[in-house]
């Protein structure tokens, strides 16, 4: 189709067209013509490639061996210990997350950031650095240790 002229209607029309039959994937969101989707499951074809890829790995792996299954409960073991010995290990691995560019939530984000800064200060006050007792007042309510009090509660 060679193009005579501008004409803005036409362009819109082809445009609308173009993206009434077009559809999200329904694993990646890619807008994929309808044709496409109704042939692979709602799913680009990337997408359909991908879990067909996964359904093949899922059917032909080895059991594992006795070697293997003991280092994997090792790690499973590990992680277990790991998250019980550190309370804060989910506000590191938040951190992580956000460091390696994942976008985390306000809340996430505050959870996290909150967390460390109340526990440094604690850490900083049990090494016998001068800690306002304000500041670790704040610190072990952010941590849950002391109970934020209950303004319109009967408590007071
Ligand atoms: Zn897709």
Redesign the pocket.
């Known amino acids: 189709m060679t193009r005579s002229a501008f004409d803005e209607a036409r362009d819109r029309r082809v445009v609308d067209d173009a993206i009434g039959r077009h559809f999200p ?6 807008l ?1 013509l309808g044709d496409t989707l109704s042939q692979y499951g709602a ?2 074809l ?2 359909f490639e991908d879990y067909g890829r996964f359904g093949q790995r899922l059917r032909y792996v080895a059991p594992l061996t006795p070697a293997e299954k003991m280092a994997a409960l090792e790690r499973l073991r590990a992680i277990i210990a790991g998250s019980a010995l550190n309370p804060r290990a989910w506000a590191h691995r938040l951190k992580a997350r956000e460091e390696s560019g994942e976008m985390l939530t306000p809340a996430q984000r505050s959870a996290w950031l909150d967390t460390l800064t109340a526990h440094r200060t604690l850490d900083a006050a049990q090494d016998g650095q001068p800690v306002q007792t304000r500041d670790i007042t704040q610190a072990l309510t952010v941590t849950g240790d002391i109970r934020r009090p209950d303004y319109e509660g009967a408590a007071l």
């Open positions: 994937c329904r694993v990646c969101g890619k994929t799913r680009c990337e997408c």
